[in-house]
Every structure is written in structure tokens, then in C-alpha cells.
């Protein structure tokens, strides 16, 4: 009984400790109910990459090599033939809201477009994409049910080998770029994104009779979310990592079920 006891007791230091760290951190409340998947390329080794979620599936490695990343390990594609893609699922169709990003580096084909991330659609059309463009800006992209292609270019100009922080929104109006937490450019537009039965592809690639883009250099910490991010949630994921957004969630919840037992 005495040993249970003091157990009983370390643990609730240990999470009032933890409460205390994280009244203290800057993160911004970020719901991961809402994340669809996190990508963190952080194996170092094998032929695929998993969702930290646990709510998609693995993603298959063609071609790509691993090599040092942001955070960790990440995924390099020769800019040819290489890239990662992760299998189609209803969760990877949001309809009226949505975000995604990745840190990339990239190492050439300035002039060209470069697909960071994208999902085809059935025929030539693209259900949502990020890429490098050919006039050297990252290029936010989604096409919508009314069969519009509803995209923009943002003001920064992407220099090789530097490292970006790349994120896309849509709140069912206003489709969002940013470029290392800071708002790059915006469209306005208010109809539901296309639904399509396509894989994700990071790093390029397209359905076979499209032209398909590729990226030469470095991808890491992929994620996507069914809702839009704002602002200081964009800068909480760049600033600290997936993992460090991860870790902070997962502590909150430890501190949430403690204290539900404890009453």
C-alpha cells in the first residue's frame, strides 16, 4: 500500500510538473483531432514513411534516399522520377476546409515547376497542389467542384538550397500561403474542393498520361489538416517541429486523464 502510495505521488508531481511546463510554452492550441496525417520522414531507413496519427496509411518510397533533415531525418528526390506516395482515402478528400505543408529545400529546375505536394485529379485537373512554379514562387493550388482551377502565386522568390517553410489554407473562401510562418499571398473563392479517388503524391509525380513535375532536393515534415490552421498555429509547427507538436499533445492529454481518474 505505502509503495502504491508513493508512486501515486511521483506521478502527480511529474504531471504538475508537466502542467507547469506547458502553461509556460508558446504553443498555440493546435486540435490534432483535426490533423488528417503527419508525415515526420524520420525512419532513416526502408521503403516507407508512416503517418504519426496512426489514421493514414504508410506512404511508398520510389526512388527517394534518405538524408539529414530539418528535424531529423528526411526524404531526397533526384527532381527525375522520385517521390513518395500515400494511398487514396476519404479522409484525404476534405471538401470545405483544409491545410497542408512541409519544409522543403530545394536544389534546382529553377524555371520549372517543382510539385511539393499534390493529389491529381481523374483526368488532368489537380484536386490540390503545392509546388515551386516556373517563375520561382511557391504556388498555392485547388480545384474546386465547379471545375475552376483556382490557384496563385506568393511574393516570395524561392532561392535554391535554402531551407522554406511551406504551408497552404483553405477556409472555404479564402485559399492562404505561407512562407516561413508569414502570410505570402492569398485568392478569395467559395466553392467546395473536387473529390477524387487519387493517391498524395510528395515530391511530384501524376496520373499516367499528365505531366508530371518533380522536385530535386529535400522534403521533411509533411502534414495535413481538415480544417484551416491560422497564423500562430503555422509558426508553432515551424518554430517546434511536428514532433515538438506531437509531444506537447500528448502530455496535455496525459494531464487531462489524470485528472479525470483523480475526481
Given at each position: 500500500?505505502?509503495?502504491m502510495?508513493?508512486?501515486?505521488s511521483i506521478?502527480g508531481?511529474?504531471?504538475?510538473?508537466i502542467?507547469?511546463?506547458?502553461a509556460?510554452q508558446s504553443?498555440?492550441?493546435?486540435?490534432?483531432?483535426?490533423?488528417?496525417?503527419?508525415?515526420?520522414?524520420?525512419?532513416g531507413?526502408?521503403?516507407a514513411?508512416?503517418?504519426?496519427?496512426?489514421?493514414?496509411?504508410?506512404?511508398?518510397?520510389?526512388?527517394?534516399?534518405w538524408?539529414?533533415?530539418?528535424?531529423?531525418?528526411?526524404?531526397?528526390?533526384?527532381?527525375?522520377n522520385n517521390?513518395?506516395?500515400?494511398?487514396?482515402?476519404?479522409?484525404?478528400?476534405?471538401?470545405?476546409?483544409?491545410?497542408?505543408?512541409?519544409?522543403?529545400?530545394?536544389?534546382?529546375?529553377?524555371?520549372?515547376?517543382?510539385?511539393?505536394?499534390?493529389?491529381?485529379?481523374?483526368?488532368?485537373?489537380?484536386?490540390?497542389?503545392l509546388?515551386?512554379?516556373d517563375?520561382?514562387?511557391?504556388?498555392?493550388?485547388?480545384?474546386?467542384?465547379?471545375?475552376?482551377?483556382?490557384?496563385?502565386?506568393?511574393?516570395?522568390?524561392?532561392?535554391?538550397?535554402?531551407?522554406?517553410?511551406?504551408?497552404?489554407?483553405?477556409?472555404?473562401?479564402?485559399?492562404k500561403?505561407y512562407v516561413?510562418?508569414?502570410?505570402d499571398?492569398?485568392?478569395?473563392?467559395?466553392?467546395?474542393?473536387?473529390?477524387?479517388?487519387?493517391?498524395?503524391?510528395?515530391?511530384?509525380?501524376?496520373?499516367?498520361?499528365?505531366?508530371?513535375?518533380?522536385?530535386?532536393?529535400?522534403?521533411?515534415?509533411v502534414?495535413?489538416?481538415?480544417?484551416?490552421?491560422?497564423?500562430?498555429?503555422i509558426?508553432?509547427i515551424?518554430?517546434?517541429?511536428?514532433?515538438?507538436?506531437?509531444?506537447?499533445s500528448?502530455?496535455?492529454?496525459l494531464?487531462?486523464?489524470?485528472?479525470?481518474?483523480?475526481?
Amino acid at each position: 500500500m505505502k509503495k502504491m502510495i508513493n508512486k501515486s505521488s511521483i506521478l502527480g508531481v511529474v504531471l504538475i510538473f508537466i502542467s507547469l511546463i506547458l502553461a509556460f510554452q508558446s504553443y498555440a492550441e493546435i486540435n490534432l483531432e483535426n490533423c488528417v496525417g503527419i508525415w515526420l520522414f524520420d525512419e532513416g531507413k526502408g521503403e516507407a514513411v508512416k503517418d504519426s496519427t496512426g489514421k493514414c496509411k504508410d506512404g511508398k518510397i520510389n526512388g527517394a534516399v534518405w538524408d539529414n533533415g530539418k528535424f531529423g531525418k528526411a526524404l531526397s528526390f533526384n527532381g527525375t522520377n522520385n517521390n513518395v506516395e500515400i494511398p487514396d482515402m476519404p479522409s484525404l478528400n476534405p471538401k470545405t476546409e483544409m491545410s497542408m505543408g512541409c519544409w522543403v529545400y530545394i536544389k534546382g529546375n529553377a524555371g520549372q515547376h517543382r510539385d511539393i505536394i499534390s493529389k491529381d485529379g481523374e483526368n488532368a485537373e489537380r484536386q490540390y497542389l503545392l509546388t515551386a512554379s516556373d517563375i520561382n514562387k511557391f504556388r498555392a493550388h485547388i480545384w474546386t467542384a465547379d471545375g475552376v482551377a483556382n490557384y496563385f502565386d506568393g511574393n516570395t522568390t524561392v532561392e535554391l538550397e535554402t531551407w522554406y517553410h511551406v504551408f497552404q489554407t483553405y477556409d472555404g473562401k479564402v485559399l492562404k500561403l505561407y512562407v516561413n510562418g508569414k502570410e505570402d499571398g492569398n485568392k478569395s473563392f467559395s466553392k467546395d474542393i473536387i473529390v477524387t479517388s487519387q493517391p498524395v503524391r510528395i515530391g511530384g509525380g501524376a496520373n499516367a498520361g499528365a505531366t508530371g513535375y518533380y522536385t530535386p532536393g529535400i522534403i521533411d515534415e509533411v502534414a495535413m489538416f481538415n480544417v484551416a490552421l491560422g497564423e500562430k498555429d503555422i509558426q508553432t509547427i515551424m518554430n517546434n517541429g511536428l514532433s515538438g507538436v506531437l509531444a506537447v499533445s500528448s502530455a496535455r492529454k496525459l494531464v487531462t486523464t489524470w485528472s479525470s481518474i483523480k475526481k
